[in-house]
């Protein structure tokens, strides 16, 4: 994309009134964000409909000076911005259960955000001794694995666990509620400084000179949750950005995980929740996490022989092929779900994923939707 077209492309971002899912629609229908820009009243009409207020912005171009703007102040300071579109935008969140993230992204530093593994840690601003020390545990797991560590660089978990990347020698990125051009809490801006120079990064979608508001954090989760294979709760209340992570994680299809806590703890409450409403899988250790999303360490001698699978296809059902080669084809699913594609009585369904599941050939993720592996 040319510098030109990046341009349009961030106005169209910073348009007031139209949402990072309205903006993904309308990049459907003009890939090129220009165009928009270029189409007459009757056509921008037809497209936007009673929304005169977004009509007048986009013929007025009035955010394209703002847009410039931060263009060169971005060039200045070695900031990359990431359309949809582009190689390097996080491809995690264009998957089509991702319909809310946004188009446009800031990236400080040089990390790759399409990372063959990625995890994100959350969790309480005010972590326990124990909420610490099993951030630290758990991260320190990793040492010498290809993953790279997400969390929101807040209080607490966040801060944590990407101390422990650091500690460990693993990239980590910090998604911001806010622009580059501040470090909230302040207190995090050496860590903040550390995670660049060795690796790792910050990200957010807002544009410099965006004030701090409470409100913006809550939404800065889908996009933690988006970057990642699985989410991993260490410790959390009953309310809070920790859990509506874990949420919008599951909602994504993605895998969650909850460190559990003592019954009494408030802090663990939120994690004894998850686990205890089948909403997040119970972490014990790194151990678990590369179980349920068949990872392989580096030099594990388990690993089974490629031909495996094979004789496992073989020696199926009828009813397991089918449901195998149904969930091949999606994301995940649901019984439900699978009964309109495949035609089978819900009694057979059961059973054939039962075997699948003890054959480690799918896996059951948090709200009983079924993936295969």
Known sequence: MSTN???YAMALAMTSGLSCRSCRNLIDLCPNPKDIFEMNHAELKDLFGKHEAIIEQIEQRTMMAKAESELLWAERYGIQILFCTDDQYPQRLNQPDCGDTPVILYQKGDCNLNHKRVISVVGTRRATE???DMTQRLIGQLQGEDV???SGLAYGIDAEAHRASL???LPTIG???HGLDKIYPPENRSLAQEMIKQGGGLLTEYPSETRINPGLFPARNRIIAALSDATIVVEASEKGGALITAGIAGSYHRDVFAVPGRVFDSYSKGCNNLISNNRAVLLRSMDDLFYHLNWHKKNDSTKQPAGIQ????TAMSQDEQKIISILQNHAGLTMEEMDALCGLSLPKIANALLNLELNNLIKCLPGKIYKSI
């Open 175 to 177: 998604v911001l509620g």
């Open 310 to 313: 094979q004789e496992l296809f």
């Open 130 to 132: 124990y909420g610490k």
């Open 5 to 7: 077209d990046r341009i």
């Open 167 to 169: 500690h460990n020698g």
């Open 148 to 150: 790279l560590v997400v």
